[in-house]
């Protein structure tokens, strides 16, 4: 039998740093991982406690009151139209983007691209298909090869880039041209500071058809929803149809009071936009606390991280912010070409990061 390799996980490496950073005498500021840290807003909490009765097998495709509502969603906040019946729900953004390659028939042999620098589950799920791998931020890099599948992300993570509607536009006909299937990694796309983000789905994009693509959406940014495991995927009716038919087999379902909390989420953008403001706030005091201590922040102008350099090796500067009681992500945790920056999320309470803030100053 052959086990697939998988690279370490990440996050078990900063162990050191971690317990450095943790002896500073004010405590940990941990700023290396993007999970939320503000409670669920009531009416999700309501939502997900309402549904705890129901004692039933909740389907795999969810109920039509949360398709309707992730469809309503979508087009209020993003100028994307889908039909209901395309949306599927799943658990957490994560596990679709583990095992999509391998729910999409990719295997040994096939080729995966995915950004230069690229949330490590890009890759993993490729390897966990067998499939090869090529990091490239535009076509030309790729050359005449032809991929089974291609994953973009805007607002990027780790860099916090947004790509323009031309950019993404170019990638979907290349893709169509060679039969590839384009994946869009949407979580941040609500997380906009500098530049508006478009999804794939957008028109200006697609050129009005879903055909070949599909758009992941998380509720774990947006909402606070990371502890709930609250994705869905969106696109091409045909390849929404296929991943619907292996997650039955699968058993890959939400579960009831899940769904109903994601319904609730989805028909309410006042949460969003409260949280969306929080999230700017702490942008506002770590950015230029960052710059006052020597950093140039590039890109980030969307998103939930800041990316950050002192023009040394990333694990460099991991160590002189660990000394100072905070953790960042190496950049070298997203691909080879982010081996001077670091990953600086804003996902600390606003105390956290009012205090990471004072230690750059000083």
């Not at 957008?202 to 947006?222: I, N, P, Q, T, Y």
């Not at 869905?232 to 109903?260: C, E, M, S, Y």
């Not at 942008?283 to 950093?295: D, E, I, Q, S």
Request: proline residues 8%; hydrophobic residues 45%; contains cysteine.
């Amino acid at each position: 039998m052959t086990i697939t390799r998988l690279p370490d996980f990440p996050w078990d490496t900063l162990a050191d740093a971690t317990a450095k950073a943790r002896a500073h005498p004010d405590g940990l500021v941990d700023l290396s991982i993007g999970t939320p840290v503000d409670p669920v807003p009531p009416g999700i909490q309501a939502a997900l406690t309402g549904a705890a009765w129901i004692p039933g097998y909740p389907t795999t495709h969810g109920t039509p009151e949360l398709r309707g509502a992730a469809a309503g969603a979508l087009a209020r906040r993003h100028g994307v139209l889908v039909d209901p019946a395309d949306v599927l729900p799943t658990i957490g953004s994560k596990e679709l983007v583990a095992w999509l390659p391998t729910l999409l028939g990719v295997g040994a042999g096939d080729l995966v691209v995915l950004p230069a620098l690229a949330y490590p589950t890009y890759e993993v799920g490729a390897r966990l298909a067998g499939a090869d791998v090529l990091r490239a931020d535009s076509t030309v890099a790729v050359g005449p090869a032809a991929p089974k599948l291609v994953w973009l992300n805007s607002p990027s993570n780790p860099t916090g880039r947004v790509l323009p509607p031309e950019h993404l536009r170019k990638v979907v006909d290349w893709a169509r041209e060679r039969g590839a299937v384009v994946v869009s990694d949407e979580c941040y796309l609500a997380l906009d500071w500098e530049t508006a983000p478009v999804s794939v789905l957008h028109d200006a994009v697609s050129g009005g058809s879903h055909e070949g693509l599909l758009a992941v959406h998380s509720l774990s940014k947006s909402s606070s929803l990371a502890g709930y495991r609250a994705g869905l995927v969106t696109g091409d009716p045909a390849l929404v149809r296929r991943l619907l038919t292996v997650r039955k087999h699968a058993g890959l379902i939400v579960p009831h009071p899940v769904q109903a909390a994601m319904t609730a989420a989805l028909a309410d953008d006042e949460h969003v936009a409260t949280q969306k403001a929080r999230y700017a706030a702490r942008r506002a005091v770590l950015k230029p606390a960052l710059a006052a201590a020597g950093f140039s922040v590039e890109h980030s102008e969307a998103g939930l991280y800041l990316w950050s350099t002192r023009g040394e090796d990333a694990w460099a500067t991991v160590d002189w912010l660990a000394e100072r009681g905070i953790l960042a992500a190496p950049g070298t945790f997203y691909g080879p070409t982010g081996d001077k920056h670091v990953r600086v999320a804003l996902t600390a309470t606003d105390e956290r990061v009012e205090a990471a803030a004072k230690r750059l100053l000083a």
